[in-house]
């Protein structure tokens, strides 16, 4: 939040982004929420090569050469570097760790729209790690594989087009990222002990399970 309001003889620069533009760097989204714990950083000796980092940063905005948004990611990355830097040794915001971070910014990306169509190589290259990075990291951070968090996504969006949908279950499959249905049901038998039909019948257009008794059954008795 900013407030200049009444404000004399201020001169300086706004970068405005996104959490998406960090994806290539997770930690860097750690050290921003960091940074943000502090009213203020005084640069000193970084004061001159942010500045003209900055100013790159400007050029290639208004310019948007082929490849800017790369080189603007990874001056965002450096901008954050140097002002975690600027930070006395004493008074540094501690950055969670890496594995937490990683494994948040994973859980965030499958679960976005069309996030389940995602392979674990997939969100690895975007997250800008190898699958077996990937890999390791989140089962430090979670306890469960990429994989599996994938796959349990998927349950929940299906679930979620079976009770509230009247898609296929065909199109419920390719909207969970199968191509085959005939898959997709055994996964589906598998993760949830019944078939895409038997939960969409026992939701009952209600999306209330008969098992445990509905709040809007009215009370026996005057």
Known sequence: MHYWADTEELTGR????????????????????????RPGIGLGEQGGMVARLLADMEQEYRTRAPGYQGVLRASLHILIVRSLRAC???????????PAELAAAFTRLIAKPGGVRHSVASTAQELGVSPGHLQALVKQATGRTPGGLIRRQQTLE????????????????????????????RFFRRETGMTPGEFRSRVDGNHHDPRIMSIAVAPEGP
């Open 158 to 185: 299906a679930k979620r087009l079976l009770a509230c949908t009247d898609l296929t279950i065909r199109q419920v499959a390719r909207e969970a990222g199968f191509a085959d249905p005939v898959y997709f049901c």
């Open 14 to 37: 706004v970068v405005l982004f996104n959490e998406d533009f960090l994806l290539g760097h997770p930690q860097d989204l750690a050290a921003l929420r960091a940074l943000a714990t």
């Open 88 to 98: 006395s040794p004493g008074d540094r915001p501690a950055v969670p760790a890496r």
